[in-house]
């Protein structure tokens, strides 16, 4: 007996099933960090990615941090049908770390209103490039439609007002981040 319900669900979910998965270090979400990754756009012009990053103790943790990503990627350089190149990606993405590690200020130390922003929820820009190989061309047999490499450019909400009310005083490139990153297409 078949179960028509329970078949048209599963395809109407299909949209849930992740296009890649994303690792990456540093660049604001984890001393080291791995994802899931989705295709978004006709020809692929954008990615949407979920994390979860870790930042040991000996690197300024223990943290752990969850971030949903999301590129858009305007110009597409194709060489030959071995690679494409994304030079200039913008995008924005969250980040969140849970736990009680924010907390340890102060609560009479400082006045009402002092620390004004979130604790542990940051608003991010972000600037990448991208270079994504055909994996059915140059690993054939391993079931990867691709696999790209990537660095990332961010900064965040809290960091862009500390360097605007302190720009006499604050180098630009000292609020800058850095990620590098590799993603697989199944």
Do not use: C
């Amino acid at each position: 007996m078949a179960f028509p319900i329970l078949k048209a669900n599963s395809q109407g979910a299909r949209f849930l099933i992740p296009d890649g998965a994303v690792t990456q270090y540093g660049g604001s979400i984890g001393y080291g960090s791995v994802g899931i990754s989705y295709d978004l756009f006709k020809g692929e012009r954008g990615n949407l990615d979920f994390t979860f990053g870790y930042v040991p103790e000996s690197k300024g943790g223990p943290l752990r941090i969850l971030a949903g990503k999301f590129s858009y990627k305007p110009l597409r350089i194709k060489v030959k049908d071995i690679t494409a190149i994304y030079p200039v990606n913008p995008g924005t993405f969250v980040s969140y770390t849970p736990g009680e590690q924010f907390e340890k200020w102060s609560k009479t130390q400082y006045p009402k209103g002092y620390y004004w922003w979130s604790k542990s929820t940051r608003i991010h820009v972000s600037l990448s490039t991208e270079a994504k190989f055909n994996g059915e061309k140059l690993l054939p047999k391993t079931g990867l439609k691709a696999f790209s490499i990537y660095s990332e450019l961010n900064t965040n909400d809290l960091y862009g007002v500390s360097w605007f009310k302190n720009r006499d005083s604050m180098s630009f490139l000292e609020i800058v981040r850095v990620g590098y990153g590799v993603r697989v297409y199944f």
